[in-house]
């Protein structure tokens, strides 16, 4: 169920709050497979799901049977949506493989959260 706020930053053609960071994680983060998305629904996000296994090599074609993780950007603990003035987020990863390593929820500058990202990804 989708819930619509109808005082949210990204209606009538206004892009989402975090889509510059959005773009950054696109543009900086590799794996084999990776989707980046973004929204201000109910709160500003960045979604970031990916495998470390190409997709051709899923089993069924199923990405849950992948080596596969799903990380979530957020602005700081209590704040619904994302303001440029302070440059901090938060990176937790929301789902992944058994198999793959553990991640701990961590707070800093986007570029440094996109590195560690990015390594964690290098790591697996």
């Known amino acids: 169920m989708l819930v619509h706020d109808i005082d949210r930053p990204d ?4 892009a989402p709050k975090m889509q510059a960071i959005a773009d950054a994680c696109r543009e900086q983060l590799h794996a084999p497979f990776l989707q980046v998305s973004t929204d201000d629904n ?4 960045v979604s970031i ?17 992948s080596r596969y993780f799903h990380f979530n ?19 937790q990863l929301y789902g992944g493989h058994h198999k793959l390593a553990k991640f701990r929820k961590y707070t800093a500058p986007v570029h440094q ?6 390594s964690w990804i290098d790591a697996t």
Request: aromatic share 8%.
């Open 73 to 91: 950007v957020s602005p700081l603990k209590g704040k619904r949506y994302y303001d440029d003035s302070d440059p901090k987020v938060t990176v």
């Open 113 to 118: 959260v996109i590195a560690k990202i990015q």
């Open 11 to 14: 209606v009538a053609g206004v």
């Open 49 to 65: 799901k990916g495998s470390s296994d190409a997709k051709g090599e899923w089993e069924n074609g199923i990405w849950q049977n």
């Open 42 to 45: 109910l709160c500003s996000s």
